[in-house]
């Protein structure tokens, strides 16, 4: 292939884009059937900026060492202090780099975790979570420049905070950036050089997070009559009609990907996990602290030295031993690891849901999982509570009971889910072939573009 075009849709998911709303997406389906689709199994945990991440790097998250849009900054020798990720944290190469390296063309457009950029011989707009503002967003700098006479505005990474808008507001505003990132993709796709293009629309996931109850039968919160029941369907709608523009415009021996990092699946509510810890006694709260309704949990609010862990996360909950000789203030001892990790899988997989029935609530371990460069920072337990039907809240305490759907940035009504799409519409497969990995991405590019691929990439080639 003399081009690769990658447009990417976050948190796309197959049991709508491959099943219910196939036959209102044309170009969806012509890919389709011109090529091979399947399930993409993403990361664990299936976080954007992890999921990205892999795809883009072809490693896992044990080796490019992102979990979480936080994590832990150990240098700061604060115990438990939390700080919000940002591109200078992957050190390995992107694909659009590899692909520059060997003299040829590159794009990136709005790829999470690409804030601030890394400067390449190649073009990239950040991504989410960045800031305009703060930072430098485009590269090389005359980008900037084109991209404010393109759109006669402001550019806009991301619609921050979304979860405070009207489900009105959210309409709009999300369609506004999602139209503006697809103007300056169509714009680039003509204007420059390219061999690899890889864009990400990340309203979808947005839309996914704010509008999923009224298009699911299954969900507790499902209303059959609201204005907003074929809100989600028709942004999707929306990107397939935009998306058959883009491939009106590419050459007719562009490969075409199209993929999601990962999917999403309806959240009934949440599981406060650190209320859980403080009454477990796992984490323990200085003693002149009263928490008489719900507030966020800062770090300086912990007894760190009678505190053995303290967890993370929204959608999987992530816990972290406070380990001695790797943790500030660190309690448990290395002999007494294990047994702490096998008691809380223990534990936490007899939590029920609030209705009083058993969850289907998933384990994974460090251990057996998180094993590479990069693993001395993975959480020490990743869980998915009910199979991530259920999230976890671990930014808020003093919940009146051990469930409830809000977090300290707000609610959900839908979650990440392990498996997103994959089409890529020319290939010796043909149709549906099951499933393929996350990791598989990266090879594949590099591969359909004869270009060598590193020795340290364990995905496989797709078709």
């Given at each position: 292939?003399?081009?690769?075009?990658?447009?990417?849709?976050?948190?796309?998911?197959?049991?709508?884009?491959?099943?219910?709303?196939?036959?209102?997406?044309?170009?969806?389906?012509?890919?389709?059937?011109?090529?091979?689709?399947?399930?993409?199994?993403?990361?664990?945990?299936?976080?954007?900026?992890?999921?990205?991440?892999?795809?883009?790097?072809?490693?896992?998250?044990?080796?490019?060492?992102?979990?979480?849009?936080?994590?832990?900054?150990?240098?700061?020798?604060?115990?438990?202090?939390?700080?919000?990720?940002?591109?200078?944290?992957?050190?390995?190469?992107?694909?659009?780099?590899?692909?520059?390296?060997?003299?040829?063309?590159?794009?990136?457009?709005?790829?999470?975790?690409?804030?601030?950029?890394?400067?390449?011989?190649?073009?990239?707009?950040?991504?989410?979570p960045g800031l305009v503002e703060k930072g430098r967003f485009a590269h090389p700098i005359e980008?900037?420049?084109?991209?404010?006479?393109?759109?006669?505005?402001?550019?806009?990474?991301?619609?921050?905070?979304?979860?405070?808008?009207?489900?009105?507001?959210?309409?709009?505003?999300?369609?506004?950036?999602?139209?503006?990132?697809?103007?300056?993709?169509?714009?680039?796709?003509?204007?420059?050089?390219?061999?690899?293009?890889?864009?990400?629309?990340?309203?979808?996931?947005?839309?996914?997070?704010?509008?999923?109850?009224?298009?699911?039968?299954?969900?507790?919160?499902?209303?059959?009559?609201?204005?907003?029941?074929?809100?989600?369907?028709?942004?999707?709608?929306?990107?397939?009609?935009?998306?058959?523009?883009?491939?009106?415009?590419?050459?007719?021996?562009?490969?075409?990907?199209?993929?999601?990092?990962?999917?999403?699946?309806?959240?009934?509510?949440?599981?406060?996990?650190?209320?859980?810890?403080?009454?477990?006694?796992?984490?323990?709260?200085?003693?002149?602290?009263?928490?008489?309704?719900?507030?966020?949990?800062?770090?300086?609010?912990?007894?760190?030295?009678?505190?053995?862990?303290?967890?993370?996360?929204?959608?999987?909950?992530?816990?972290?031993?406070?380990?001695?000789?790797?943790?500030?203030?660190?309690?448990?001892?290395?002999?007494?690891?294990?047994?702490?990790?096998?008691?809380?899988?223990?534990?936490?997989?007899?939590?029920?849901?609030?209705?009083?029935?058993?969850?289907?609530?998933?384990?994974?371990?460090?251990?057996?999982?998180?094993?590479?460069?990069c693993g001395d920072v993975a959480p020490d337990i990743v869980i998915y509570f009910d199979d991530?039907?259920?999230?976890?809240?671990?930014?808020?305490?003093?919940?009146?009971?051990?469930?409830?759907?809000?977090?300290?940035?707000?609610?959900?009504?839908?979650?990440?889910?392990?498996?997103?799409?994959?089409?890529?519409?020319?290939?010796?497969?043909?149709?549906?072939?099951?499933?393929?990995?996350?990791?598989?991405?990266?090879?594949?590019?590099?591969?359909?573009?004869?270009?060598?691929?590193?020795?340290?990439?364990?995905?496989?080639?797709?078709?």
């Open positions: 292939m003399k081009k690769v075009f990658v447009f990417g849709i976050d948190g796309a998911m197959p049991e709508k884009v491959f099943g219910e709303w196939l036959d209102e997406l044309p170009n969806i389906k012509k890919l389709m059937k011109q090529g091979c689709y399947a399930k993409l199994n993403s990361t664990i945990p299936p976080v954007s900026v992890t999921a990205w991440t892999s795809m883009t790097t072809g490693k896992n998250p044990a080796e490019h060492g992102i979990f979480e849009y936080l994590y832990r900054n150990r240098e700061s020798h604060i115990p438990g202090k939390m700080d919000l990720t940002s591109s200078f944290r992957v050190k390995d190469k992107r694909i659009w780099e590899i692909v520059a390296e060997e003299g040829r063309k590159a794009i990136s457009c709005f790829v999470p975790l690409t804030w601030p950029v890394k400067p390449y011989d190649g073009i990239l707009i950040s991504g989410a980008i900037k420049n084109e991209i404010k006479e393109i759109l006669g505005e402001d550019f806009k990474i991301d619609i921050r905070f979304f979860r405070g808008l009207t489900k009105k507001d959210i309409v709009k505003k999300i369609k506004k950036v999602t139209q503006m990132h697809l103007d300056i993709i169509k714009y680039l796709i003509k204007n420059k050089e390219w061999t690899l293009f890889f864009g990400v629309i990340t309203g979808s996931d947005r839309m996914n997070h704010s509008f999923w109850k009224y298009c699911d039968e299954k969900h507790r919160k499902y209303d059959s009559n609201s204005i907003f029941k074929n809100t989600l369907k028709d942004y999707y709608k929306f990107l397939d009609k935009e998306l058959g523009k883009i491939i009106n415009m590419l050459d007719e021996d562009t490969l075409i990907i199209v993929s999601s990092d990962h999917g999403f699946t309806r959240m009934h509510t949440r599981v406060n996990l650190s209320d859980w810890l403080i009454k477990e006694g796992y984490l323990v709260l200085k003693k002149n602290l009263k928490i008489t309704s719900p507030t966020r949990l800062e770090h300086k609010m912990v007894n760190w030295k009678k505190s053995k862990v303290f967890a993370n996360g929204a959608y999987d909950g992530q816990i972290f031993i406070n380990l001695k000789g790797r943790d500030p203030s660190g309690i448990v001892k290395s002999v007494e690891y294990d047994k702490l990790i096998n008691e809380l899988e223990e534990k936490i997989k007899k939590i029920l849901g609030d209705d009083g029935k058993i969850l289907n609530t998933k384990i994974f371990k460090k251990k057996d999982y998180f094993g590479g460069k991530l039907e259920y999230g976890a809240n671990t930014s808020l305490i003093g919940n009146p009971t051990l469930w409830s759907p809000q977090t300290a940035i707000g609610s959900d009504d839908a979650g990440h889910s392990r498996q997103g799409i994959f089409i890529m519409n020319k290939s010796e497969k043909k149709g549906n072939i099951g499933e393929v990995d996350i990791l598989d991405v990266a090879p594949t590019i590099l591969k359909k573009l004869n270009i060598k691929i590193p020795e340290d990439f364990k995905g496989k080639v797709i078709g």
